[in-house]
């Protein structure tokens, strides 16, 4: 039962994380929806993992190079996130508010990537690898 309290817990914050995002494209005042574009950092930012996951997989050390490189890449993708609205209200394609609204949103979202590789990550009977 607390998987799926958890399960619960972190599509609720992923529905708070892109209403953020929804916000700071849709509201008539910011009206751009340059923003979207983060959608593409959501999607390939656990890729690395995966692929080291499964490289890796033979291997009981407490790291390895393909791991820190897939950690290597995955903060890459998660700074870039970050900084494409900062970039995108520095010349001047959105405003600044959206820009807040979108880092917050950023900030959820990922927190909510990390949340579900933290519980559904350990290798037991509740596994996201059963999936």
């Known amino acids: 039962m607390a998987g799926i309290k958890a399960l619960v817990a ?3 914050s992923g529905a708070i994380g892109l209403t953020f995002l ?5 509201l008539e005042y910011y009206g751009v929806y340059w923003p979207l574009f983060v959608l593409l950092f959501y999607f390939i930012c656990p890729i690395p993992h995966f692929i080291a996951k499964r490289v890796g997989e033979d291997s ?4 390895s190079a393909c791991r820190e490189l897939a950690y290597f890449f995955t903060t ?3 700074v870039s996130a970050f900084g494409f609205p900062i970039i995108l ?7 600044w508010g959206a820009c807040g609204l979108v880092l917050a949103g950023n900030a959820v979202i990922f927190l909510t990537i990390l949340g579900f ?3 559904f990550g350990r ?3 509740f596994s996201w690898e059963q999936w």
């Open 10 to 12: 972190l599509s609720f």
């Open 22 to 26: 929804m916000l700071g494209c849709a």
């Open 60 to 63: 009981e050390a407490a790291s």
């Open 76 to 78: 890459g993708i998660v």
């Open 89 to 95: 209200a520095r010349v001047e394609a959105i405003k």
């Open 117 to 119: 590789f933290l519980v």
């Open 123 to 125: 290798g037991d009977d």
